[in-house]
């Protein structure tokens, strides 16, 4: 990720609204599909650690597994985790050691994210659980994505078949963000047909989180996302900005 955007991670995960919404959509999956208290939890991709407080909640103890050293030092200590420098094609962990696994919006960046996920089946306890998500629909890909490192966005059938790949058993795989969406789709069509008609630069420090909501605006987005985790209970979405997947080691 350019490191201007990992800045605007790390000063806006606490109050912006995507930030609080898909915590608060992905955490309520995450305990329904529980059957025990994980006794170990891997967090790969752990950034600057605003899962590792939830996550602690949830598990005995928790792993957190981050690449860059500079980013592993913001997390250090955050929820009480273990911090990791390492790969996530190399997990650096016991074969059935874990859980569950974590990895929030990880695998987009990995070029081999089927070996990512071997490397997680392998780590699993049997039947442990996996929570992941990534962005949806590659028509959608855009500067932003650019700015973050993304290798590729998702379709539904395009998650499934590579957690599958990696023999995990797909438990679930359903669309966030759904809310807004029709608000989003367009804006980020707009913009790209803007760069390609020459008369939007694509800036290297501009992602989707530069322009920040303030104040009504802001919990009312945050209210929109949140709002789905009631939705979520009962069936999967057919659309959305994201995809949440839940697998398991069989």
């Not at 050293?69 to 790969?87: D, F, H, M």
């Not at 209210?223 to 995809?243: K, M, T, W, Y």
Request: proline share 4%; net charge positive.
């Amino acid at each position: 990720m350019h490191a201007h955007a990992f800045d605007q991670f790390v000063a806006l995960e606490r109050d912006h609204w995507w930030f609080r919404g898909r915590r608060v959509v992905y955490l309520d999956v995450l305990r329904r599909a529980l059957r025990t208290r994980p006794r170990l939890a891997l967090d790969l991709g752990a950034g600057a650690g605003g899962w590792l407080a939830a996550l602690g909640e949830l598990a005995d103890r928790v792993v957190a597994l981050e690449r860059d050293e500079q980013i592993a030092r913001i997390a250090r200590g955050r929820g009480g985790a273990q911090l990791v420098v390492g790969s996530a094609n190399r997990l650096p962990l016991a074969d059935g050691s874990c859980e569950l696994v974590t990895a929030f919006d990880v695998i987009e960046h990995l070029s081999d994210d089927v070996g990512a996920l071997r490397e997680v089946r392998r780590v699993l306890a049997p039947d442990g659980l996996c929570a992941l998500s990534v962005p949806a629909h590659q028509w959608l890909y855009s500067n932003n994505d650019r700015v973050s490192h993304h290798q590729r966005r998702y379709s539904k059938r395009a998650l499934t078949r590579t957690i599958e790949a990696s023999g995990l058993r797909v438990e679930r795989v359903t669309y966030t963000n759904a809310l807004l969406f029709p608000l989003i789709a367009p804006t980020v069509l707009g913009i790209k047909a803007l760069e390609r008609a020459g008369l939007l630069g694509a800036d290297p420090e501009h992602t989707n989180l530069s322009l920040v909501p303030r104040g009504p605006l802001n919990g009312l987005c945050y209210r929109a996302f949140a709002a789905e985790r009631h939705v979520n209970r009962r069936c999967d979405l057919p659309f959305g900005h994201s995809l949440l997947a839940l697998a398991r080691r069989g």
